[in-house]
C-alpha cells in the first residue's frame, strides 16, 4: 500500500517560513518524480514545484519562484518544501504526490500526470 504523508503545515504571519514534509512509503521512491500541488478555497489545484527523480530538475510556478524550495532525500523516502516570504495568498491545502515515470527533466505539471496522493496539509498566511 502506498502511502504519502504530508506535515509541516500551521498557522503563520505573512513574511514567515514553514517547511513542508512528505514521507513516502510502500513505493520505490527513488524511481519517482514528486510534487507539491496546493488547492485554495474556490480555486483550481496547481502544482507548486516538482523535483525529477534523483533531484536533479526542478520546476516551481512563478508565484513562488525565489521563496519556495523543493528537496528530496531518497535515502529517506522523503520530498519537502521549504517556504519563505509567505504571503496570504499562498494559503491553501498542500497536497503532496508521485509520479512514476523516471524522467530526466520534470515533465509532469498537471494532476493527472501523478499516479498517488497525501491528504494534505493546510498552510494559512494571515496578513
Known amino acids: 500500500q502506498v502511502l504519502l504523508v504530508e506535515s509541516g503545515g500551521g498557522l503563520v504571519q505573512t513574511g514567515d517560513s514553514l517547511r513542508l514534509a512528505c514521507a513516502a512509503s510502500g513505493l520505490a521512491f527513488s524511481m519517482y518524480g514528486m510534487g507539491w500541488f496546493r488547492r485554495a478555497p474556490g480555486k483550481e489545484r496547481e502544482l507548486v514545484a516538482a523535483?525529477?527523480?534523483?533531484?536533479?530538475?526542478?520546476y516551481y510556478i512563478a508565484s513562488v519562484k525565489g521563496r519556495f524550495t523543493i528537496s528530496r532525500d531518497n535515502a529517506k523516502n522523503t520530498v519537502t518544501l521549504q517556504m519563505n516570504s509567505l504571503k496570504p495568498e499562498d494559503t491553501a491545502v498542500y497536497y503532496c504526490?508521485?509520479?512514476?515515470?523516471?524522467?530526466?527533466?520534470?515533465?509532469?505539471?498537471?494532476?493527472?500526470?501523478?499516479?498517488?496522493w497525501g491528504q494534505g496539509t493546510q498552510v494559512t498566511v494571515s496578513s
Open positions: 523535483i525529477n527523480w534523483n533531484g536533479g530538475s526542478t
Open positions: 504526490a508521485a509520479d512514476r515515470r523516471r524522467d530526466s527533466i520534470v515533465r509532469s505539471f498537471r494532476g493527472e500526470d501523478y499516479d498517488y
